[in-house]
């Protein structure tokens, strides 16, 4: 391309050194802008709403296009919101064509938000309308209202006061930019507390928003139907980029694995919400010092195509051996690329497993160790005379503790073991290593362990940066309630996640209704219906299912 403007400019006569800068300037311009468009991700398909919601009587894809519309006959009972529903947003850039049309009325996206129900929505939103004054400003839909408007640049201090900062240009001049009743590019970039809305390439308002209890670290993403006059709002080429967390805070996505065994076991969702809410409390929003954002994506794996773009660290919860989530489609090298930046991976209970010859070498790399078939097992059996490793910050504030639980041991480690810490261990009962021979529950080299003491929950710190964690036990969702155990959790993924942990450790509290909320519907499957005797001719009656056990 240098060597065509080069000669394109030669044939027009400029100067060969004046032609060399400049075409250098059009390139370091293009690589610049090319830099800045990588990490885009489209979040609406062009075909369809899926992974939005939002009431269909007014949402709707047409020629690729979301199209939001109210009209006389069909007017909204209030706003109304389209829902991105695969993720929330927290850092971000995301740009996205609009344009509206109508006899009057605006639109907005909102970012950051809370979700009230019925496609209700409040929050940060950037403000566009149909008219000339109110579009690229900030506003809080349910909240503060104008936070700044179209030209200005504004400081809300923690107690709520205003500063003004220097003007980005007069509203007047800003509206030019943009296109009444044609498409326009917006672009939000929101880098902690600083967010900053552009219309067209040109920076309509900016605001530092430090007021504690008022500002929002992360939430939703939702397109807004106003109220009012008929009108129609049109979306379309809507991506988004994550950026890494502002002012030292860290990222810990929760992936569940979907439902599986028995009521109240491999309780996947509800175990990851648990420690989320327990994590959230303890590290809100608004506190001193850095801060962790959690996100917890259940089914399996995220539909959020940017879930893992902007993580700190990553923990599995989820069933494992040759179902692990990691090992479908091009997941492990995915997961391995993250890893090989430095990005911690936890994994508890089964998602400690996968085999030995597809997922146990990159585990080795990641966590230090893992569940291997045919040398690890998976009794059940109740923890007795634990040793907690003493110094290590995952065990700050932790005491010994005992729990029932199907506590897998004989892992296989790196050899040798330089980097890997024992968090957990104990010495399982003899009976436990005679079980018949299999793939999970004995072997020879398991057998002649008697009395031995094995690890059950230990830590990792790669060579070339980056934390890993594991830990054999959750197979009953009620060992959660044990405070020792939770608070070891806990801190495992504060530490994962590259923050310090607490002197007294991540201090925690549950209550009876939290250990129910979220349990998967485990309900269990009828008995099979008893046929009457031939002779007695009468239907057959199924037997209706059993409340489940949790």
Not at 335 to 358: M, N, Q, S, T
Request: contains cysteine.
């Amino acid at each position: 391309m240098i060597v065509t403007l080069l000669r394109q400019a030669r044939r027009a006569g400029t100067d060969c050194l004046v032609a060399l800068v400049t075409v250098m300037a059009l390139a370091a311009g293009a690589a610049a802008i090319a830099a800045d468009d990588a990490g885009f991700v489209p979040i609406f398909n062009g075909t369809s709403l899926d992974g939005w919601e939002g009431k269909p009587e007014y949402w709707s894809v047409q020629d690729g296009t979301i199209v939001g519309q109210n009209t006389a006959e069909n007017p909204t009972k209030g706003n109304t919101f389209l829902i991105w529903r695969q993720g929330n947003l927290d850092d971000f850039e995301l740009e996205l064509k609009y344009r509206i049309t109508g006899t009057g009325g605006n639109s907005g996206i909102q970012y950051r938000s809370k979700d009230y129900g019925d496609f209700v929505v409040g929050g940060y939103q950037g403000d566009f309308e149909v008219g000339t004054n109110y579009s690229g400003i900030m506003y809080e839909e349910k909240g503060r209202g104008i936070l700044a408007n179209r030209g200005e640049r504004v400081s809300i201090a923690a107690d709520g006061t205003k500063t003004p900062g220097e003007p980005i240009g007069k509203t007047e001049e800003l509206q030019k930019v943009i296109k009444q009743g044609d498409w326009n590019v917006y672009r939000i970039v929101a880098k902690g507390p600083k967010l900053q809305h552009f219309i067209n390439g040109q920076l309509m308002s900016e605001m530092v928003d430090e007021q504690v209890g008022k500002r929002a670290a992360e939430g939703i993403l939702a397109l807004q139907l106003h109220a009012g006059p008929p009108m129609k709002v049109e979306f379309k080429d809507i991506h988004l980029k994550r950026l890494k967390l502002a002012d030292g805070r860290k990222k810990l996505v929760l992936v569940a694995g979907k439902p599986s065994h028995g009521p109240g076991e491999h309780e996947h969702r509800a175990g990851m919400l648990l420690a989320e809410k327990c994590l959230d409390t303890a590290f809100e929003t608004g506190a001193t010092g850095p801060q962790l954002v959690t996100a917890t994506y259940a089914g399996g794996w995220p539909t959020d195509p940017t879930a893992f773009d902007n993580a700190d660290a990553i923990f599995f919860f989820a069933d494992g051996g040759g179902g692990h989530p990691v090992l479908q489609s091009n997941r492990l090298a995915q997961i391995d690329a993250l890893a090989k930046r430095g990005i911690g991976i936890a994994c508890l209970h089964y998602a400690v497993e996968v085999p030995k010859e597809k997922g146990g070498p990159e585990f080795l790399n990641w966590m230090g160790g893992y569940f291997e078939p045919n040398w690890s097992v998976n009794p059940h059996w109740t923890l007795a005379k634990t040793e907690i490793a003493q110094g290590h910050p995952i065990t700050r504030g932790v005491k010994p503790f005992e729990t029932k639980d199907e506590w897998y041991y004989h892992m296989r480690f790196r050899e040798p073991m330089a980097g890997v810490t024992a968090i957990l261990s104990a010495v399982p009962p003899d009976d436990t290593r005679e079980r018949p021979d299999g793939p999970h529950s004995n072997n020879p080299a398991v057998r002649g362990g008697k009395g031995s003491r094995e690890v059950l929950a230990w830590a990792y710190e790669r060579p070339e940066g980056g934390r890993g964690f594991g830990c054999t036990g959750a197979h009953f969702h009620k060992n959660w309630s044990n405070d020792d155990f939770r608070r070891m959790m806990l801190n495992a993924l504060v530490w994962t996640a590259g923050l310090d942990v607490p002197a007294e450790g991540v201090v925690s509290t549950v209550s009876d209704e939290d250990m129910v909320a979220n349990l998967d519907d485990k309900q269990p499957k009828p008995a099979a219906a008893k046929p009457e005797p031939a002779k007695q001719p009468a239907a057959d009656k199924a037997v209706p299912p059993a409340p489940a056990k949790i």
